[in-house]
């Protein structure tokens, strides 16, 4: 379980004016708790304290504690409202979840090691294809993120769905078969750099062809002055 908390407090309230007043008067973000065969329960929470664990990415991915009028629950952020432009949430929904619960959940990739790869040291450029994958699990096992070493990837080479580490007791939510086998890494000499390697054969092929032509010019005057003597 992440170690993210937040803190909330129940509402009697609810309704668009209700949430707008909240919002705009107190500096809270409503919310609402359901799941596990309970009563949903309408909340309130600090809008500073929620920006701030917001920063945490592991808020997003994992099973984390709300404490509801200092008692706990273990939770999942299920969704979540933003102002367009403002930074405000508007809104949060959490679920909650046991153990015991099979999640389905967007996770979070982290690429390691990629300064180290082969193709990266030929001069390959390595492409994020992905962020995240979708995974099946048990919520007790569901990870904060997934990690990617790319410290085996050679140039031109892709790395695929299938070749992803996965934690214990943890599966994709679609086998990574076929056409769902997708690539969520590569490494390619970049085309700027394809380019610019290609200008530079060109401009010394030009220089080569130059220095031919000035060479048979020459020779060209030395026999003409021969001929001449």
């Known amino acids: 379980m992440s170690t993210v908390t937040l803190e909330a407090q129940t509402r009697d309230v609810q309704g668009k004016g209700a949430s707008r007043r909240l919002r705009r008067l107190n500096n809270m973000v409503p919310a609402i708790v359901y ?5 949903p329960q309408l909340l309130s929470l600090s809008q500073n304290k929620v920006v701030k664990a917001l920063e945490n990415e592991a808020i997003y991915s994992s099973v984390f504690q709300l404490h509801v009028d200092g008692k706990a ?8 409202q933003r102002h367009p432009y403002k930074p405000v949430i508007l809104h949060m929904d959490f679920q909650r979840v046991s153990a015991k619960d099979v999640l389905v959940k967007m996770i979070p990739l982290h690429f390691i090691n990629g300064d180290d790869s082969p193709g990266h040291k030929a001069g390959g450029v390595i492409s994020h294809v992905m962020s995240q994958v979708e995974v099946r699990c048990q919520a007790q096992h569901l990870p904060e993120f997934i990690e990617v070493d790319l410290s085996g990837l050679e140039l031109d080479a892709v790395l695929h769905l299938s070749d992803l580490n996965l934690p214990k007791n943890v ?20 085309r700027a750099v394809e380019a610019l390697e290609a200008e530079e054969a060109a401009e010394e092929q030009e220089e080569d062809t130059t220095t031919e032509a000035s060479a048979d010019d020459v020779a060209g005057d030395d026999a003409d002055e021969t001929a001449a003597e």
């Not at 799941?35 to 009563?39: C, K, R, V």
């Not at 629950?73 to 979540?80: E, H, N």
């Not at 679609?174 to 490494?187: F, L, S, T």
Request: charged share 25%; net charge negative.
């Open 171 to 190: 599966e994709l939510a679609v086998a990574p078969k076929g056409e769902h086998d997708q690539p969520i890494a590569n490494v390619h000499i970049s």
């Open 73 to 80: 629950q273990q939770v999942i952020l299920k969704d979540l």
């Open 35 to 39: 799941g596990s065969e309970q009563e």
